[in-house]
C-alpha cells in the first residue's frame, strides 16, 4: 500500500493523492486517511467521505489492474512546515468474515515550503495535530471498523 502524490506544496496548494491497495486477496478494498496537521484540509474523491476529519471509504472498492485506488485531495496549512498523511487500507476476500483479509499502514511525508514559519517552537516536537494527539491510534480502529464495516455491506 501506498500513497502517491506531491511531497511539497507551498502553503495553502492543494494536492492530488491516491492511497493505493494492491495485493492480498484484492477482491475489493477499504481504507482511510487522516492528517498529522489540523490546519491541512482533506478532501474526498468519488466513492469516498469524509468522517471525524478524516476520509473513508462509502462502498467497497472492487481491483482493477491489480490495485483498488482511492483519490483524494489535500490543502496544504497557510504556513510552512511538515505534514504527515497516515493511510490504513484493507484488502478482502469477500467471503463475509475476517478470515484471509489483509490489512496495512502507510505514511507520505509532505513538506509544505514557503510563506509563514511553520508550526512548532523550535525544540523539535511538532506541537500539535490530530497526529501526536491520536491519529495513528484512530487509524488502527477505523481497520478494525472497516472489516466489520466491509462484512455488514455484503
Excluded: W
Excluded at 497526529?131 to 462484512?151: E, F, I, K, Q
Aim: aromatic content about 4%.
Amino acid at each position: 500500500m501506498t500513497i502517491e502524490g506531491p511531497a511539497t506544496l507551498a502553503p495553502g496548494a492543494t494536492g492530488n493523492y491516491s492511497l493505493i491497495i494492491r495485493g492480498g486477496p484484492a477482491a475489493g478494498a477499504g481504507y482511510n486517511v487522516a492528517v498529522s496537521e489540523a490546519a491541512a484540509t482533506l478532501t474526498a474523491g468519488s466513492g469516498s467521505r469524509k468522517l471525524s476529519g478524516e476520509l473513508t471509504h462509502s462502498t467497497i472498492r472492487r481491483f482493477s489492474n491489480g490495485e483498488a485506488r482511492f483519490d483524494f485531495t489535500m490543502v496544504a496549512p497557510a504556513t510552512a512546515g511538515r505534514v504527515t498523511l497516515f493511510g490504513a487500507g484493507n484488502s478482502v476476500n469477500d467471503n463475509g468474515t475476517e478470515q484471509g483479509d489483509s490489512s496495512a499502514t502507510t505514511t507520505l511525508e509532505v513538506n509544505v515550503t514557503g510563506g509563514g514559519s511553520g508550526g512548532g517552537d523550535g525544540d523539535g516536537n511538532d506541537d500539535g495535530g490530530c497526529a501526536a494527539a491520536g491519529g495513528v491510534p484512530l487509524l488502527g480502529a477505523a481497520l478494525v471498523l472497516l472489516s466489520t464495516r466491509l462484512r455488514r455491506r455484503r
